[in-house]
């Protein structure tokens, strides 16, 4: 065995390390930016105007100032997120946002129409995957997929109509106990275009004996070329994407 090779099972001497100065290091956050607390009386936009200018808190003040600016202007302001801010609890604040008129359509993945619906019917989501996965119970709930494919069978019977729509007529139709907190039934309610875009296999639903491939993708489709409208008339408008990241862009 050669030297080097012993060498390997032996720890790293740091005897030569340069040293630098912390104090002529630059660094990317010092305490001037230091987020501020909230004072009695002061207006909210102070608050959010002392956060950090960096990462997440950064994200949301662009966010704000290009919603706010494409809804001064009168512009297209789309919403495009999955379903974590469904089921994190957000829906109130969204459909609150629905209901003033600031967002001009809402783009959903399929997890988002599935969190939406359970929320609906039962006021609770978000499946402990852990606790059912090793019994084959995991994504199992029979009320769940029933309106789902309820909702597209009945829409694709129908056509021209797109998931998202079909999805929310039918929870304004039945009303379940906690309708009031569906931000699909809130989107069909003000008429504002709602786009579910479904990858088939991906959400649990799908492995339901009453599901229809055919039937899903159709009415998903439907939605894909609402959005394409949508999207096209952008124009200094802003597009807002919900997800583990927030980001929101103008558009030019």
Not at 43 to 66: E, G, I, M, N, T
Not at 215 to 234: E, K, N, P, Q, T
Request: glycine share 8%; charged share 20%; hydrophobic share 45%.
């Amino acid at each position: 065995m050669s030297k080097d090779r012993r060498n390997l099972g032996e720890p790293l001497p740091f005897d030569d390390l340069r040293t630098t100065s912390l104090f002529s290091r630059s660094s990317k956050v010092n305490t001037d930016a230091f987020a501020k607390p909230w004072q009695a009386g002061r207006p909210f936009r102070d608050f959010v105007a002392s956060l950090p200018a960096c990462l997440a808190a950064d994200q949301f003040r662009q966010a704000v100032d290009a919603i706010a600016i494409a809804r001064r202007n009168g512009r297209t302001i789309l919403l495009g997120m999955g379903a974590h801010a469904i089921k994190v609890g957000l829906n109130p604040i969204l459909i609150d946002a629905l209901e003033r008129g600031i967002f001009t359509g809402v783009a959903l993945n399929g997890a988002g129409i599935i969190h939406d619906v359970e929320l609906a019917l039962a006021g609770k989501t978000s499946e402990d995957v852990a606790a059912h996965l090793h019994s084959g119970q995991f994504g199992a709930a029979r009320e769940t997929a029933e309106f789902i494919h309820e909702a597209v069978a009945r829409a694709h019977a129908r056509g021209s109509m797109g998931l998202g729509q079909a999805v929310g007529e039918l929870l304004l139709e039945q009303a379940p106990a906690h309708l009031h907190v569906s931000l699909l039934a809130a989107a069909v309610r003000n008429d504002t275009p709602v786009t579910v875009h479904v990858a088939l296999g991906t959400d649990i639903i799908h492995m339901h004996p009453a599901m229809d491939g055919a039937a899903m993708g159709a009415l998903s489709h439907y939605d894909f070329r609402i959005f394409c409208r949508l999207v096209s008339s952008l124009e200094r408008g802003s597009l807002s994407i919900w997800g583990p990241r927030l980001s929101s862009r103008r558009c030019f």
